[in-house]
């Protein structure tokens, strides 16, 4: 019994001691793809996100800022399938 308790004991303190936060990176650090789509032309590919900044967001609601909230990035490139 006591053994049973003791295994407990160090496995309830190793998953305390082990579940943490240290690299955690904030909402407003992030840039969260919204959406992507894959247009096919030929022999062609273009790949577009839209990647919002939650960061300009939140600026966006209190005002002053002028940039937009969110981006829309394209690359071009060959077919290779």
Same mark, same amino acid.
């Given at each position: 019994?006591? /053994?049973?308790?003791?295994?407990? *004991? &160090?496995?309830?303190?190793? +998953? &305390? &001691? ?5 690299? %955690?990176?904030?909402?407003?650090? &992030? ?5 992507? !789509?894959? #247009?096919?032309? !030929?022999?062609?590919? %273009?790949? =577009? +996100? ?12 209190? !005002?002053?800022?002028? %940039?937009?909230?969110? /981006?829309?990035? =394209? %690359? #071009?490139? /060959?077919?290779? *399938?």
């Amino acid at each position: 019994m006591i /053994r049973k308790s003791m295994i407990l *004991f &160090l496995l309830t303190t190793m +998953v &305390l &001691l082990s579940a943490g936060c240290w690299n %955690r990176r904030e909402l407003n650090e &992030l840039a969260i793809a919204g959406a992507i !789509g894959i #247009d096919k032309a !030929g022999n062609q590919i %273009r790949l =577009s +996100v839209q990647v919002m900044n939650p960061g300009e967001i939140a600026v966006k609601k209190g !005002g002053g800022g002028n %940039r937009s909230p969110c /981006r829309l990035i =394209s %690359r #071009d490139g /060959r077919h290779r *399938f």
